[in-house]
């Protein structure tokens, strides 16, 4: 992922292939239909701002054997930026908490 968009890698789709892509940056979330096309790196998909989650499913003719329309590519992952955050926010709490909660039933014996 970058600042302002994200890569699609997918040696398994053929070129010309219809994709959806939904994504959310900037605190909005969005869809876009692009045709595949295989670059070195990957194919750049603008989004502006720095994304926080993005889907990519293939949606139409044009699929490799074996793969299906609207099935999530194996290739490109789910991000969810916020939702990691959130989760690291409320472990480190609970950890604080046990600690806490350790140092009161278990004070210093000096």
Partial sequence: MGDDGFWIEADEVAPGTPLTCRYTA?????????????????????????????SVVMSGAGIAPGLFPASPMSHTTDFDDDGRQEMERRRLQQEEEERRRRMRNNPPAY
């Fill in 26 to 54: 900037g605190g909005a979330s969005q869809q876009i239909d692009v045709r595949f096309q295989p670059q070195p790196g990957g194919q750049f998909i603008y989004t502006g701002a720095r994304p926080t989650s993005v």
